[in-house]
C-alpha cells in the first residue's frame, strides 16, 4: 500500500485549478468542472494528480486513468490497482493497493449526539462518550466507517451501526492531525481474508 496526504489547502486558488484543467483527463477535467465552487473542482483535480503520482509509484504505466463506476457509484482503474480518495475541508488523501483499500479524511467537529446514535452502537457511543475528546473520538471511528465502506465500494447500504463489527478481517491505520484538525483512516483487508 502506498498514500498521500495532502494538507496545504492554502493552495486552492483559481490559478491553481487553471494550472490542473490541462493535465487530467477529459473524464476527470468535466467532472471537475459539475462543480459550482472552487473546492470542489480543486479537489477533484488535485486528487488526480495525487492518484497519477502514486500510480507512477506503483509502477504503473497508465498515465491519465478513466474511471469505470459500479452499480454503486464507486470508481475503479481498468486494469490499474485498487484505490480510493477522500477529501475533507482540511486535506486531500489517496491510496493505492494490489487489494481493496478504503481511505477516508474528515475535518473534526463539534459531534451530534443524534449523528452519534444514527451512526453508532452502544459500544462505540460509550467509548466516545467515556472519551476525554468526544469530538475526535467519534471523528476517528466515523473515519473507520467511511474506510470500510470505501474498500467495500458498496457507500452507505448497510447499518452503520454494524459496519465495525461486520468487518471483522480489516486492518485499520489511523492518524491524527492535530495542527490541521484532521483524522485519517486507511482500511485495508487482512493478508488472511
Known amino acids: 500500500m502506498i498514500y498521500r496526504i495532502f494538507d496545504d489547502m492554502e493552495q486552492c486558488t483559481a490559478e491553481e485549478v487553471a494550472r490542473l484543467l490541462p493535465l487530467v483527463s477529459d473524464q476527470r477535467r468535466e467532472q471537475a468542472l459539475r462543480f459550482s465552487h472552487l473546492f470542489g473542482q480543486y479537489c477533484c483535480l488535485k486528487s488526480y494528480e495525487l492518484l497519477c503520482e502514486l500510480l507512477r509509484e506503483w509502477g504503473s504505466d497508465i498515465q491519465q486513468p478513466v474511471f469505470e463506476y459500479n452499480e454503486y457509484g464507486a470508481p475503479s482503474i481498468q486494469g490499474g490497482p485498487y484505490f480510493s480518495i477522500s477529501h475533507c475541508k482540511e ?15 474528515e475535518s473534526v467537529r463539534p459531534f451530534k449526539e443524534a449523528l452519534m446514535h444514527k451512526t453508532m452502537n452502544p459500544a462505540e457511543q460509550a467509548a466516545i462518550l467515556s472519551s476525554d475528546d468526544p469530538d475526535w473520538a467519534f471523528t476517528r ?3 473507520k466507517k467511511e474506510a470500510v465502506l ?4 458498496t457507500g452507505i447500504i ?9 468487518a471483522p478481517n480489516t486492518q485499520f491505520t489511523s492518524f491524527d492531525n492535530v495542527n490541521h484538525r484532521y483524522v485519517l483512516t486507511i482500511a485495508q483487508l487482512t493478508v488472511n481474508s
Not at 91 to 105: F, L, N, R
Not at 150 to 153: D, F, G, I, P, S
Open 150 to 153: 470505501k474498500m467495500q465500494a
Open 91 to 105: 486535506g486531500i488523501a489517496v491510496a493505492v493497493d494490489s487489494q481493496p483499500i478504503g481511505i477516508d479524511i
Open 158 to 166: 448497510s447499518d452503520l451501526h454494524e459496519v465495525l463489527a461486520a
Open 141 to 143: 471511528l466515523w473515519t
